[in-house]
T-cell receptor, first 111, second 115 residues
């Protein structure tokens, strides 16, 4: 069945360093790949997304890359700050079909 | 615009009871999806409603059901509650997939505890 694998499960970085989270999806029909940030006790918040017709998208310190051939996509956060600490989820879907989520990455940014 | 709202925020029920959760989407959004979030299973898709019709369904037993009203508000119902149903239930709304607007925005969730 459809599956999204996400690595690493935990990531600790020093403030100012970069963080990279990687996901692999199984359904080749997937064409939409969002990333969500969830702080403790809060709702998942959409931070960036990418469609299958684009290879890379950037928004300030956050960027997402997509490799359709290898069926993987990555989240890159540069110049990390303590407020970036949260759990990050990747997901994949075909149009508005169900989002299949990865298992999450707990990012800790130490001052 | 107001965000997605869910009621109630917290609920405690006993095994065997049933529960109804409510979700009001962002104004103008026609698609509502429901997800279950647990520490062990992560975020899992329950079902999606669009124009009062269930358009997609996840792999949950028939005890989990939902509906959508003409104003796009949605409810989900869980009958014969089990301890394993304890979870955060999240709904998310989306504008309209037919227009290529796939972004889903989540509500705050309903924390259900089954004792």
């Amino acid at each position: 069945g459809e599956n999204v694998e996400q690595h690493p499960s935990t990531l600790s970085v020093q403030e100012g360093d970069s963080a990279v989270i990687k996901c692999t999806y199984s359904d080749s029909a997937s064409n939409y790949f969002p990333w969500y940030k969830q702080e403790l006790g809060k709702r998942p918040q959409l931070i960036i997304d990418i469609r299958s017709n684009v290879g890379e998208k950037k928004d300030q310190r956050i960027a997402v890359t997509l490799n359709k051939t290898a069926k993987h996509f990555s989240l890159h956060i540069t110049e990390t700050q303590p407020e970036d600490s949260a759990v990050y989820f990747c997901a994949a879907s075909y149009n508005t079909d169900k989002l299949i989520f990865g298992t999450g990455t707990r990012l800790q940014v130490f001052p | 615009k107001a965000g997605v709202t869910q009621t109630p925020r917290y609920l405690i029920k006993t095994r065997g009871q049933q529960v109804t959760l409510s979700c009001s989407p962002i104004s103008g959004h026609r698609s509502v999806s429901w997800y279950q979030q647990t520490p062990g299973q992560g975020l899992q898709f329950l079902f999606e409603y669009f124009s009062e019709t269930q358009r997609n369904k996840g792999n949950f037993p028939g005890r989990f059901s939902g509906r959508q009203f003409s104003n796009s508000r949605s409810e989900m119902n869980v009958s014969t509650l089990e301890l394993g149903d304890s979870a955060l239930y999240l709904c998310a709304s989306s504008l309209d997939g037919g227009l290529g607007a796939y972004e889903q925005y989540f509500g705050p969730g309903t924390r259900l505890t089954v004792t």
